[in-house]
């Protein structure tokens, strides 16, 4: 811990060097006993390393601690903890599995971060309606393995095994995404404690239906809400059938060009691919190290397939046929669970492949989407970028969506190289707007991309999100500082 927390001044770059003290000063003996009266002495703790461990999450954002950590054991004390520090003016910060990667934990104006691990139940199973309901510490593996039995699946998956809750809170994606939808799309219902205390269902006390139109979708609105809403202390999530039979594959490429046209000419031909994730060669070369791998170092996509052996059959053949159409070769496929695992392991692992390029180093990833028709534009683009930059990164994305990530590998000691990272984004960045597409296809805003969400969604849309923030936290006390 104390390597990720020693001192380095990274100037105008806000990326983890420090560990800073919020603006809020310490809390008084008083409000520390308030806190211990409400969880119980075991489960509050004002110790430094704690703190220091709950002021940061995966991303380079500078570590900025709470001023104490709690946990809660169930909801009835979350709300009275939501009242007493909304009550005496203190900032709160939800916390989960602190695997963001925009600074989303970080408690730039000190107060209470609320870790909601120790809630990690899974509360009720509907096999017959595909839903569940499940606690804030519940992980999407936890659930997965839970789920296994009974013939059903939740398919959102991020590199991390996050907690579901904080998966909703960041409104989070992941390789399945393509066929299966982001948690914007699996989340049907939220228990959220409101600022002030007050318990909230968004869609009703217990309703689990698949569709409705019943006044605002206030689901909706706190899915990707980052914390500065409420605390999410329930979520009913959408299964899935689990696929009767599952290929995947690998197929390499003469260049970039190649494998988006492939992935693009896939989707346009309709093949129903579950997974369609690229990596680009130096991100290949890096999974092969990590992982163990024997991939060709070239563009490559990572596919699969789930459905009926006969329906495999027919996604296979005419996949097949696109790639080769598109100069793919060196096809890889995996039938057996275990070699799909160890693919798919190493594309999750994506993140720390890259990070062993540069051992000592720091990470930090991009996340534009753009509409699927102009992906093949910026991402050739943004290959020749990074190469002239002579910054060491990598490009790994869900393009089935249009979404990628270059996961830059910076030494965070340099603070020149940190200030072409961070032009490096910005252009990125920009590029994908005016392609029509997004700052943040499933990371979220955090601290970092504030400026650019309003040139996103312009003037009177972020003037829209604040009237909506003050209406709901009209004191500011929900995780500030952040997207907004």
Known sequence: MASLLRAATWGMCPWRGYCSRGTQGELSEGFVEALKAVVGSPHVTTAAVVREQHGHDESMHRCQPPDAVVWPQNVEQVSRLAALCYGQGVPIIPFGSGTGLEGGVCAVQGGVCVNLTHMDRILELNPEDFSVVVEPGVTRKALNSHLRDSGLWFPVDPG????????????????????????????????????????????????????????YNLTGLFVGSEGTLGLITAATLRLHPAPEATVAATCAFPSVQAAVDSTVHILQAAVPVARIEFLDDVMMDACNRHSKLNCCVAPTLFLEFHGSEQALAEQVQRTEEIIRHNGGSHFSWAKEAEDRSRLWAARHNAWYAALALRPGCKGYSTDVCVPISRLPEILVQTKEDLQASGLTGTIVGHVGDGNFHCILVVDPEDHEELLRVKAFAEQLVRRALALRGTCTGEHGIGLGKRQLLQEEVGTVGIETMRQLKATLDPRGLMNPGKVL
């Open 160 to 215: 991390a095994d996050a907690s579901l809750c904080g998966m909703v809170a960041t409104g989070a994606s992941g390789t399945n995404a393509v066929r299966y939808g982001t948690m914007r799309d699996n989340v049907l219902n939220l228990e959220v404690v409101l600022p002030g205390g007050q318990l909230l269902h968004t869609a009703g006390p217990g309703r689990h239906f698949r569709k409705s139109a019943a006044g």
